[in-house]
């Protein structure tokens, strides 16, 4: 996914930038370190030179250039300079400024390029200084092409070479990389690593996969333990650095206000048992949990008359409500008594967004998931298959919303509602009827040859967010109009969850977004959970995920506000804090074969 882009100061102040002087030298180390003419100047006495000379002087405009930011005069004047013609340390100081401009323009591959030029294999002959600047400039490029793990090594191999006022920031900037690391390639390189990499990355895998506050704790005081002497050690990221503060002033009392009577009841236990159960999980270690006392919302005039109820009775935190309109009358409240998380989104903004966190299972999580899959898997164009139910609509709005903010491009938007259009509407919508006329055509100007009608070529994949019946009609629709290998990413409401595969007859190759929960199962409550209650192997597997994941995450709240990168593995997903403390979930994908779901791999992609 495309990230704003940061480049530290040391990156960017050229401190080697010299202009001016009264004979021509001929290396770069020869320079004054003052400078005094400008770009135009500078460019104006090349034209009175030839060969190396002129070249030189190109160069030194061109450092100019980049150090008022002006990136794209800088690669204009590169352009005139023979860079394979340069002396070596010229040809480092080209790659620098080609690398630096291409980043400052957005052109992340193109810098990537430029500081992987074979120039920089002698880089180590070069003064200190600049060595750390650029191996700084290759991290940075590193993460702006979502290399992480890259950037992270980068900046571990220059830490001790750093001033120690600058290794603070470097160590800070070595988490946030990880932190942009995903959870499999954290645990691919935790296999490999060694030594002081090996460490951070155990560092970011404890904030990453022990979602319980207190688990937390315990698994960084082991890790301390494990690694005296690593630099985090002595200063830990700012994240990590708080959770002590975070253990010793969570709540020891909290109340889940669920809806334990009437029709929601099945949902509120499916919540309170995988609430539950997390919390025992964290008891039976033998870490102290917080009391829990459950409140039943349908016995309440409103949500806020229980929760002053629970706050005379000694609660400091409410999960919940479930309902909607409770929900929504909570966030329109100018303040509560006690800090919530409800278990259900507001559509309008919260009026106490400090106090008031929102967690649910929304249709618009799995459809900003589809985009950033569809994205990543090399999709650049796409459509969107949705009907008029309301649930339907926001998700294909916030696909379109993700997707464009992307900058890939929508072709085209259908509601496929209707049973007997969608065959027309497909047909339109791959412009099949144009091409079975040219293959008519052909197959009369030519007699015997039989030309094969073929979809629009400008089509990369679609998005579908429908109920399993219309999925139903969507995949065999797609192969009679000869795109039956056009992908389609679904939210989890196309299928139905069934072992036997038997409901999901006509939707094999469906890419489809699934909590972790029921896709992967490799919580360590899973095993427990569904032999407990056998729904939650089921459809019901994802309220008993999402009670889970809000008795893990609730008391890292604070943590996730204070430190927005920060993302922990959930049942649900792949948590985050977004804006007016909403949770945020990026799903798993998982393909359907033989009518049930499995881990999708990265083939689908180009």
Known sequence: MPRNLRLPALAIAFS????????????????????????DQLLKDAEGEAGPEADLLRLYAAQAAMQTGDAERTQQILQRIPQSKLPGDQQIRFSELQAQSALALGDNAGAQRAIQHPSLQQLDSRPLDEQ??????????YDANEQPLEAARERMYINSLLPASAQTNNQQAIWDSLANASTADLQSAANSATGEFAGWVQLALINRQNANLDLQVQALQAWRETYPNHPANTKLPQAMEQLQELQASRPTHIGLLLPFSGPLANVA??????????????????????????????????ALQALNQAKAEGVQWIIGPLEKDKVAYLAGLPELPL?????????????????????????EDEARSAANRAWEDGRRRMATLSTNDDWSQRATQ??????????????????????????????????????????????????????????????????????????????????????????????????????????????DGLLVA?????????????????????????????????????????????????????????????????????????????????????????????
């Open 16 to 39: 080697w930038l010299v202009v001016g002087c009264s004979s021509q030298p001929t290396q770069l180390d020869d320079l004054p370190r003052t400078p005094q003419a400008s770009v």
């Open 132 to 141: 750390l600047r650029l191996q700084q400039l290759r991290a940075d490029i």
């Open 269 to 302: 236990q499916a919540l309170r048992d995988g609430f539950l159960a997390a919390q025992y999980q964290a008891q039976s270690q033998g870490i102290e949990q917080p009391e829990v006392t459950l409140y039943d919302s349908t016995q309440y005039v409103d």
């Open 339 to 363: 800090p919530v998380l409800s278990l259900n989104y507001s559509e309008q903004p919260s009026n106490n967004a400090l106090t008031f966190y929102q967690f649910g299972l929304a249709p």
């Open 398 to 507: 916030a696909f379109k919303q993700q997707w464009e903010s992307l900058g890939g491009q929508l072709l085209g938007q259908e509601i496929v509602d209707q049973p007997a259009t969608v065959a027309n509407q497909m047909g339109e919508l791959l412009k099949i009827r144009q091409s079975e006329r040219r293959a008519s055509t052909i197959q009369s100007i030519l007699g015997d040859v039989k030309a094969q009608p073929t979809p629009r070529q400008d089509l990369d994949a679609l998005f579908l967010a429908a109920t399993p019946l219309q999925a139903r009609q969507i995949k065999p629709t797609l192969a009679f109009q000869y795109a039956a290998e056009l992908p389609v990413y679904a939210t989890s409401h196309s299928y139905q969850v069934d072992p036997s595969g038997t409901q999901n007859a006509d939707l």
């Open 514 to 606: 699934e909590t972790p929960w029921l896709l992967e199962q490799d919580d360590p409550l899973y095993q427990s959970v569904t032999a407990n209650w056998p729904q939650a192997s089921g459809a019901l597997g994802r309220l008993y995920a999402m009670g889970i994941d809000a008795q893990r995450i609730f008391s890292r709240l604070p943590q996730m506000r204070q430190y927005p990168d920060t993302r922990i593995d959930g049942a649900t997903g792949l948590l985050s804090l977004g804006q007016g403390g909403r949770i945020q979930r990026d799903l798993a994908w998982g393909e359907i074969e033989d009518g049930r779901l499995a881990p999708a791999t990265s083939d689908n992609a180009f």
